[in-house]
């Protein structure tokens, strides 16, 4: 079936280091979108990449959907403690309307 | 501010209870409604889809007779967790948007405990 993976689980940085997590798709995806979910709350949407080869930008994160529509990333520069949390990537189902298809996620620490 | 609501955000239950949980869609209606589960250091786990006014859709290996699903009202859906164990703790989050294609949001989840 359809799936979603993203590397690495886990990643440990220290504060002001970059940080990338990446995420690949089983199927072209007609979007892709990240969120982020702290400790102990609940996923947060952060963006929605629509287009091929699409590079987005909120701040110190850079988002990137690949050319074939099957792989993104996303990319923080300088990590800041507040930077803490669970990074998901997810796709829509490609015969569920509405349904997400989420990645494993990847849980980053910041060490002050 | 919040968009869909969820409550309660925690609760505790004895085995052999049951405990409800709802999500509600604070200004707008929401035809569809999705319910995942997840558990410490893992992702979201999709288990039913809730479809106003229909039966809900279940992923595969999810006992529909153990969480039902209703949805009611088109901004408001229930799972209810039935004959609860230790096993179903676990974090519930609850999804809706505002149609096919627009940012889905997420309740604030509920954490349940079976004692």
């Known amino acids: 079936g359809q799936q979603v993976m993203q590397i690495p689980q886990y990643q440990h940085v220290q504060e002001g280091e970059d940080f990338t997590t990446y995420c690949n798709s089983s199927t072209t995806l007609s979007n892709i979108q990240w969120y982020k979910q702290r400790p102990g709350g609940h996923p947060v949407f952060l963006i929605q990449l629509v287009k091929s080869g699409e590079v987005k930008k909120q701040k110190r994160l850079t988002f990137q959907f690949g050319e074939a529509k099957k792989n993104s990333s996303l990319h923080i520069t300088a990590t800041q403690t507040t930077d803490v949390g669970t990074y998901f990537c997810?796709?829509?189902?490609?015969?569920?309307?509405?349904?997400?298809?989420f990645g494993q996620g990847t849980e980053l620490s910041v060490k002050p | 501010g919040a968009v869909v609501s969820q409550h309660p955000s925690r609760v505790i239950c004895k085995s052999g209870t049951s405990v409800k949980i709802e999500c509600r869609s604070l200004?707008?209606?929401?035809?569809?409604m999705f319910w995942y589960r997840q558990f410490p250091k893992q992702s979201l786990m999709l288990m039913a889809t809730s479809n106003e006014g229909s039966k809900a859709t279940y992923e595969q290996g999810v006992e529909k007779d153990k969480f039902l699903i209703n949805h009611a009202s088109l901004t408001l859906s229930t799972l209810t967790v039935t004959s609860a164990h230790p096993e179903d703790s676990s974090f519930y989050i609850c999804s809706a948007s505002r149609g096919f294609g627009n940012t889905i949001y997420f309740g604030e989840g509920s954490w349940l405990t079976v004692v």
């Open positions: 200004d707008f209606q929401a035809t569809t």
């Open positions: 997810a796709g829509p189902s490609y015969n569920q309307g509405g349904k997400l298809i």
